[in-house]
């Protein structure tokens, strides 16, 4: 056997004293492209996971509806409250009802523009149905000086709601005072009973309850939730058990309130969130602000069906809230649609409450954009509302 000897002088030899000579050497360089490399591979996990460079699609068919200051406060201040007076094992068991309710309430809120010169998106007093609603609520009036006043710019919307009663003599048209704001017109106004006087209170016909805004992004609470749950989670306990529809309703029944006189409060709306890592989609995920969907976190079902639809997102539906919610990267929105509202609905006809008030008709789709989602049969506008109407209805035909 041949033993093939291979030339060496075109190589450097590596023997010990060498190779300990050429790491001392470069042992700074090793070490700096061990750094760079670690910083490089961070960087790619990183971009990852708060999904740079994907691309999520946004409504850009028509001009979002006007968001006032007020229902920002609103939120705000519902997800400030002191958590250390509420205990969330009070209320959970249901009792049994014994009041009847002879005809369900659908009363319906309907915002002013801010603007009397605003796009043609927003919601016209003529273009509501003077059948779909029980009482239309005409949002906000104000107080000054102790009396209700109505902006001159706002006094036609009024007239044009109050003749939708020339079409439908039973509806009845309600002017809602404000009291979210920090104007001071309302409180001023109950202060004493010489205020009081000014304007004629009688005994409470039924009370509409707020049930919305439970969870909504603000520095204290960043996390994602849902905007109205029918029911708490197992895994919420103390005061987080409390934010739901049904703590609340029963909160006020077990502390006097007749149920017919208990309005269910049902939002057509929904709130964004930007999530602090889009790996992390479950509800109660870290947040890091308001989702670019919406304005300020206020999402309106016609957004919220363009958004599903352009990303062709397939939403969550969670059956413990009874409520769906859709993610696209780091975009999180809560939000209702016809399927949480048939559960919720079905929840205030089954525990004898007196009705469903709808906030608002104007976040609703009053223009058909969700037309093609829709459930078969349901109407093109005001799915949502129609909705409501058609369940709390359907045994009075």
């Keep these: ?6 030339p060496l002088g075109g190589y450097i030899l590596l023997n010990n ?6 790491l001392q050497k470069y042992k700074f360089s090793l070490i700096t492209l061990t750094l760079c490399l670690g910083l490089l591979f961070l960087c790619i996990l990183y971009i990852l996971s708060i999904g740079i460079g994907y691309r999520v699609v946004y409504p850009s068919d028509f001009a979002p509806e006007d968001v006032p200051i007020s229902w920002i406060r609103r939120a705000i201040a519902y997800n400030a409250l002191d958590k250390a007076e509420y205990n969330g094992d009070d209320f959970i068991k249901l009792q049994p009802n014994l009041d ?4 369900y309430k659908l009363i319906c809120y309907y915002n002013f523009p801010l603007d009397a010169n605003t796009t043609n998106e927003y919601l016209k007093p003529e273009e509501l ?3 779909m609603c029980t009482h239309i609520n005409v949002c906000f009036g104000s107080i000054v000086n102790c009396t209700i006043f109505i902006p001159e710019s706002q006094v036609t919307f009024v007239e044009s709601i109050i003749n939708l009663k020339e079409k439908n003599k039973d509806l009845k048209i309600i002017l809602s005072i404000g009291g979210a704001s920090d104007d001071g017109g309302f409180p001023d106004m109950v202060l004493n009973h010489r205020n009081r006087k000014k304007i004629r209170f009688r005994y409470v016909d039924y009370v509409n309850l707020m049930s919305y805004d439970y969870h909504f992004y603000t520095k204290s609470t960043p996390f994602t939730g849902i905007n109205a749950p029918l029911y708490a989670s197992p895994n919420q306990i103390g005061y987080f ?6 703590y609340s309703a029963y909160y006020w029944h077990f502390n006097g309130m007749e149920k017919n006189k208990i309005i269910i409060g049902l939002p057509t709306y929904g709130h964004s969130y930007t999530l602090m890592n889009n790996q992390n989609t479950v509800i109660g995920a870290p947040a890091i602000g308001y989702g670019r969907l919406g304005i300020l976190g206020f999402v309106d079902y016609k957004q919220m069906c363009t958004f599903v639809t352009e990303n062709k997102i397939k939403p969550f539906f969670d059956m413990d809230s009874k409520s769906p919610y859709a993610v696209k990267y780091s975009e999180w929105v809560s939000y209702d649609d016809t399927v949480s509202l048939t559960f919720k609905t079905e929840f205030i006809k089954n525990n004898d409450f007196g009705g469903a008030m709808i906030f608002s008709l104007n ?3 009053h223009v058909g954009v969700c037309k093609k989602d829709l459930p078969k049969g349901t109407p093109k506008r005001f799915p949502l509302t129609n909705t409501v109407k058609n369940i709390l209805t359907i045994d009075q035909m």
């Design 241 to 246: 058990a409390t934010l739901n529809i049904n």
């Design 129 to 131: 149905d003077p059948y």
């Design 17 to 22: 004293n060498l190779r300990k000579s050429l």
């Design 363 to 365: 976040m609703d789709d």
């Design 100 to 103: 009847l309710i002879d005809k």
């Design 1 to 6: 056997m041949t033993e093939t000897i291979f």
